[in-house]
């Protein structure tokens, strides 16, 4: 049999919608598998890749870490809004929710591109547009959730002209071989195209067909593992870099050490040198002092003959001399 269905939605912002039939009986089969299905596998990807990068932060202690984990979060919850999963554990609909956290993304995605590409040190003025970028998504994001007319329309233009400068910005960095790593490039250039269509699914510029509608999904999940793994390999060199670091202060310290050795053996020679020179100056002088005292005691008695002769020689010269003084002085 056949039936007509007349289906009546009321929305605000109303982009795409689509309705799916199904008899009970295949609505209710167990192994029947849908999108809906796919989703907590690749929420449970991002939270993975989320949980290690706090690990890393918590080790690298770097603002660039923090971003990362605010963009993967953001987008996780970007996810359960777009395919409407928060409704099932117990939050209540939010019809801006979609575009308000997507201004959050968009924000972090900011931030953490800054950062990357070190615009602080580069271009001064385009790391203060970032800032600028950063604060006006998320003032937006505030507008919308208050349904301010046309904040949806500025935010969409704005992405497109942030998206545009990045992807321009990077492609610049890049050729002047100043990006540390070409995967962010390929990142932006898988993912940028999945979101464009995605945009143009949504404002009816192209058919809202499956792979128009969540190409976008696949371009972020390849995004944030390349964005994971060049953190991860920023972690790595940060690690080699402090093991070669203290690597050197060891080869340094033993090249220290063993200038110290051969410093202390040198004074400890030069010590024992001076010591056996002080040893045979003692030795001289003790010599010296033993040879005085031996010339002291001949004299005593060369002296006592040189006045007995000096007295035979007077006594000589005066008459004096007899058998007598001689016999005494002999």
């Known amino acids: 049999t056949s039936k007509t269905y007349y289906i009546q939605g009321q929305t605000i912002n109303a982009q795409i919608?689509?309705?799916?039939?199904?008899?009970?009986?295949?609505?209710?089969?167990?192994?029947?598998?849908?999108?809906r299905t796919f989703y907590p596998f690749y929420s449970g990807i991002l939270f993975i890749i989320m949980i290690l990068n706090i690990f890393l932060l918590v080790e690298m202690r770097e603002r660039i870490y923090a971003y990362y984990i605010g963009y993967v979060s953001s987008f996780i919850a970007?996810?359960?809004?777009?395919?409407?999963?928060?409704?099932?554990?117990?939050?209540?609909?939010?019809?801006?929710?979609?575009?308000?956290?997507?201004?959050?993304?968009?924000?972090?995605m900011a931030l953490f591109s800054k950062t990357f590409l070190e615009l602080e040190k580069y271009f001064p003025k385009m790391n203060r547009l970032f800032k600028l970028f950063a604060v006006s998504f998320l003032t937006l994001g505030v507008l919308i959730h208050l349904e301010i007319p046309l904040a949806t329309l500025f935010f969409n233009i704005l992405s497109t002209v942030f998206i545009t400068i990045l992807l321009t910005l990077a492609v610049k960095i890049w050729q002047n071989g100043k990006m540390q790593t070409p995967f962010y490039l390929i990142a932006l250039m898988i993912y940028m195209p999945t979101m464009g269509m995605m945009v143009l699914t949504f404002n009816g510029f192209l058919e809202n067909t499956d792979i128009n509608r969540y190409a976008f999904l696949f371009g972020a999940l390849i995004e944030i593992?390349?964005?994971?793994?060049?953190?991860?390999?920023?972690?790595?060199?940060?690690?080699?870099?402090?093991?070669?670091?203290?690597?050197?202060?060891?080869?340094?310290?033993?090249?220290?050490?063993?200038?110290?050795?051969?410093?202390?053996?040198?004074?400890r020679q030069e010590i024992k040198e001076k010591n056996?020179?002080?040893?045979?100056?003692?030795?001289?002088?003790?010599?010296?002092?033993?040879?005085?005292m031996i010339a002291h005691q001949w004299r005593q008695p060369l002296n006592t003959l040189a006045i007995i002769i000096q007295n035979l020689y007077f006594q000589h010269k005066l008459g004096q001399w007899d058998d007598e003084n001689f016999e005494q002085s002999h």
Request: aromatic share 14%; proline share 2%.
């Open 17 to 35: 919608g689509a309705f799916t039939l199904y008899s009970e009986k295949e609505f209710f089969r167990p192994s029947r598998l849908t999108l």
């Open 78 to 108: 970007f996810v359960t809004m777009f395919n409407g999963c928060y409704l099932y554990i117990g939050f209540h609909p939010w019809e801006q929710g979609l575009h308000v956290v997507g201004t959050v993304v968009l924000a972090f």
């Open 225 to 267: 593992i390349f964005f994971a793994l060049i953190l991860a390999q920023r972690f790595h060199a940060a690690k080699d870099e402090k093991i070669q670091l203290q690597k050197e202060l060891l080869i340094e310290k033993e090249k220290n050490q063993e200038y110290l050795e051969h410093k202390i053996d040198k004074q």
């Open 276 to 292: 056996a020179i002080l040893f045979h100056q003692s030795r001289h002088a003790a010599m010296g002092e033993m040879i005085s």
